[in-house]
């Protein structure tokens, strides 16, 4: 593990991948709470998450399109896609635009961002790492996918209770911004 933590490139990735599986998780949460805050349906609320499962039970289709385009640009526009969706519904609330509608096809938009960058991360890794750190680099990124979904899905309705909708829209999408800036940092072989 110590000669991964010498690879400043694959921590890169990995940063990125926390960051983004974090920001994920938020905003999953956060748009399910607060479709139920403004409708009190309970049916759009299971709407709104069949909705945002759509594209995870999809992702294996999504394959070509990350061979399709180059590995560096992918990595690189699906969070800064995320970063501009999650702006643009902070934007929509301020101008009296947004609704409980409008919000769900967003969310569903970043989350088809997500499903195809999570492909291109994973293709990233034989190529920063060596042959003999690949399964220890595949376990970190395992990890950091699960590990943060787990904490993150559980501090999401935290910070989603104590915090109101725009400022936890608008500092999440940051979070993509910075995670992209990380896939930037990235030096390829």
């Given amino acids: ?5 010498k690879n400043k490139s694959f921590f890169n990735l990995l940063l990125a991948r926390i960051l983004i ?8 949460v956060a748009t399910t709470w607060t479709v139920l805050q403004w409708t009190h ?3 759009l609320v299971g709407l709104t998450n069949t909705l945002l499962m759509i ?3 999809i992702s294996f289709l999504f394959g070509p399109i990350v061979d399709a385009i180059a590995l560096r640009k992918t990595l690189i526009i699906t969070p800064i896609l995320q970063f501009l969706i999650l702006l643009t519904i902070t934007f929509l609330y301020f101008v009296g635009i947004l609704n409980v509608y409008l919000l769900i096809i967003l969310v569903t938009l970043a989350m088809f961002c997500a499903q ?5 991360q994973s293709k990233a890794i034989p190529i920063l790492v060596s042959n003999d750190a690949l399964v220890k680099a595949n376990s970190a990124m395992s990890v950091a996918y699960q590990g943060t979904d787990v904490i993150m899905n559980a501090l999401s309705g935290i910070i989603v209770a104590t915090l109101s909708f725009i400022p ?3 500092g999440n999408s940051l979070i993509f911004l910075i995670a992209a800036l990380f896939f930037m940092l990235i030096k390829w072989p």
């Fill in 1 to 5: 593990m110590k000669h991964l933590h």
């Fill in 21 to 28: 599986n974090a920001g994920d998780s938020l905003y999953y």
């Fill in 41 to 43: 349906h309970s049916v």
């Fill in 55 to 57: 594209p995870i039970c």
């Fill in 116 to 120: 195809i960058g999570y492909p291109a």
């Fill in 168 to 170: 936890l829209y608008f």
